[in-house]
């Protein structure tokens, strides 16, 4: 067999390793917010695998890659950043989104309520990950020595997500489900 295996049994006693060497528990704030990133990356591969349009796809693998860059960045020791071999996600990236939001939001119907999360299943799909996303954004914020910016893009991200959903629901023909509150009996 070539290549790595996939156990090692060095997490057997609760512990893993971090990027530089250091080893924490399983249930470190920083492994929990890494754990949560790639949980939203997950999601996302959902997304595309419930029929998402090509251009949008196309959008949600590149929000995958950089889920896989900010992961890695989490999953380092703080004091070995220096040796990481991907640039960090920084203030380019995202003006990115919020660009990509813009653009997506102006081929959208005006929000006129809320919406309830759902639609056609790839629209669903991204609003789990929006979820997941903003659940990683509260994790980061459990973790000492993490960039300002790392809290920013994931905040944009959720934002993205739920513009992606709102638009592959246009794409399928499907409404947003307005929020109507429960009715009175």
């Given at each position: 067999?070539?290549?790595?295996?996939?156990?090692?049994?060095t997490?057997?006693?609760?512990?893993?390793?971090?990027?530089?060497?250091?080893?924490?528990?399983?249930?470190?704030?920083?492994?929990?917010?890494?754990?949560?990133?790639?949980?939203?990356?997950?999601?996302?591969?959902v997304?595309?695998?419930?029929?998402?349009?090509?251009?949008?796809?196309?959008?949600v693998e590149?929000?995958?890659?950089?889920?896989?860059?900010?992961g890695a960045?989490?999953?380092?020791d703080?004091?070995?950043?220096?040796?990481?071999?991907?640039?960090?996600?920084?203030?380019?990236?995202?003006?990115?989104?919020?660009?990509?939001?813009?653009?997506?939001?102006?081929?959208?119907?005006?929000l006129?309520?809320?919406?309830?999360?759902?639609g056609?299943?790839?629209?669903?799909?991204?609003?789990l990950?929006?979820?997941v996303?903003?659940?990683?954004?509260?994790?980061?914020?459990?973790?000492?020595?993490?960039?300002?910016?790392?809290?920013?893009?994931?905040?944009?991200?959720?934002d993205?997500?739920?513009?992606?959903?709102?638009?592959?629901?246009?794409?399928?023909?499907?409404?947003?489900?307005?929020?109507?509150?429960?009715?009175?009996?």
């Amino acid at each position: 067999m070539n290549g790595m295996k996939i156990y090692t049994r060095t997490g057997d006693q609760g512990q893993t390793g971090l990027f530089g060497g250091a080893r924490v528990r399983k249930n470190d704030p920083r492994v929990e917010a890494y754990g949560t990133v790639d949980e939203t990356n997950a999601a996302l591969g959902v997304a595309c695998a419930a029929d998402l349009p090509a251009p949008l796809r196309d959008i949600v693998e590149g929000l995958q890659r950089d889920l896989f860059v900010l992961g890695a960045e989490l999953a380092c020791d703080p004091s070995k950043t220096d040796k990481l071999k991907v640039p960090v996600l920084g203030q380019e990236r995202i003006e990115e989104l919020e660009a990509l939001i813009d653009r997506l939001e102006a081929e959208l119907p005006p929000l006129t309520s809320f919406i309830l999360p759902g639609g056609c299943a790839a629209a669903a799909a991204l609003h789990l990950a929006r979820t997941v996303c903003r659940r990683a954004e509260r994790r980061v914020l459990d973790v000492a020595d993490v960039r300002p910016g790392v809290v920013v893009y994931l905040n944009r991200l959720s934002d993205l997500l739920f513009v992606l959903a709102r638009r592959a629901n246009g794409v399928a023909g499907v409404d947003d489900v307005p929020w109507e509150g429960r009715a009175q009996s």
